[in-house]
Every structure is written in C-alpha cells, then in structure tokens.
C-alpha cells in the first residue's frame, strides 16, 4: 500500500461544487453535519483515500473496511452541488495531516471545486444554552457572505487557532487560490454535540440554499440532553437510577 492512495469509485458530473468536509474534531460538529447532509439528501461516494497515517485498523460494521475517508457527490434538488467529505478518523501524525489535505484538494481539483467550506467545533469549556457559529475565511468576499448569514467574527479566535484538516484546508486551499471558509459551532467540548452541528448546518443551508429536515438529529441533541442531565446530577451529589446508563457519552 502506497503512502497515500484514491480509489475511484464512480464518476459523477457536478456543477460548480463546493468541497464540504467534516471529519471528527471537537464536540464531533463536523462529522455529524457531514453524516446529517449525507443522511438527508441524494449523495453517490465517488472517491475514497487510504493512508498509512490512519489508525492501523478495521471497521467491522458492514463487512471489513480498512480506515479511511469518503467524498460524496451531493446533487441537492435546491441549492449548489456539494463534495462532502467525512470518515471516522484524522491522521495520526503532522506528516499525515498535510499529505492527506494534498491529496483531498487534488480531488477536488478532479471536480472543479469552487470553493471550500471545512466544518468543526470550538470549545467553550462549559456547557451552553446559545450556540454561535465562529467562522475563519481567506477571502473578504466570503466574511461578508458569511457575516450576512449569522456567522460572528472574532478576532483572535478560536485561540490558538484551528488544527488539523480543517485548519489546513483553508492554509493550503488557499495557497492553491481557493477561497476557503471554516464554520466553527460553539461546543463544551466534553460531549458529542447535536445542536452544536444543526447550528453549523443551518449556516451551511443559508449559505448554499439546500433544505434538509433536523429531527433526527435533534432527536440525538434530546438524547445528549438527558446524559448532561444526569451528569450534573451525579455533580451536585444526587443519587441516580441503576440502571441509568452512560456509556453513550462519546
């Protein structure tokens, strides 16, 4: 197995599309946005990235399939033709970040991405009631758009900056001359974040005018209610249920 390798599998004309990645980050905002988009509208995986510098291992779910990451090709009824790119894991190592990016923006040259638009979560450090949505662009024509649909601008934020595929994608998307955008929802950071992710969501559908339902997914933010819930019960010293269960908090 080579370094890095795409494996085609299928070949699908799309117009003018934008590059949508959501990979696992903070709060998991990314990836769930990805997996609701994929889950809610038409989508065809067309490519499929294998690397040494994913975890050495297997799912098992639906037969065994080696790590790796997936581009659909996402043809809305309304709205731009989309390349969303999810999958369970980011790479292991610095090497493995940028040689990965490389090789997901020369899929998107294959398609003729017209720009890209990374989404994540940043961490708040304590549970919150109102989800914002932070956003980083390398084009000022792409900060006003995105200002105009909700996205707050903060200088200096998130501090530190922003790591892994996200992050390079706008650096070196934008050495490539992509204009590039990052929707960060607000998160704890401690949870898997169903609101956090329909907050970036509903940006993304502004954004490029597609529609898709949130009941499943705010079926999993009520979920995700009741583990915050029992939490701060188990803090403040209350007695819970034995057979209350948390293993779901991921």
Known sequence: MDEYETEVLADVDLEEPVLVEGLPGVGHVGKLAAEH???????TPVRRVYSQHFPPQVSVEDGIELASATFHAVTPEDGQDMLV????????????????????LDVAADFDVERIVALGGVPTGELIE?????????????????????????????????????GLLLGMGQRREWP?????????????DPKSAQAVLEILQDLLGFEVDYASLEERADDME??????????????????????YIG
């Open 180 to 192: 590039a955008a990052c929707l960060m929802g607000e998160t704890s950071g401690y949870l898997v």
């Open 37 to 43: 988009l994929l889950e809610e509208l038409d989508s």
């Open 226 to 247: 009741e583990v915050v819930r029992k939490i701060q019960e188990m803090e403040q010293g209350a007695p819970s249920s034995p057979d209350e269960d948390l293993r």
């Open 85 to 104: 790119l999810s999958g369970d894991h980011q790479a292991q190592d610095n090497v493995g970040h940028y040689g990965l990016v490389e090789t997901f």
């Open 130 to 166: 109102e989800y914002d949505v932070i956003g980083a662009v390398t084009t000022e024509d792409l900060e006003t758009e995105l200002e105009d649909a909700g996205v707050d601008f903060r200088e200096n934020e998130p501090a530190g900056g922003i790591v892994g595929v996200s």
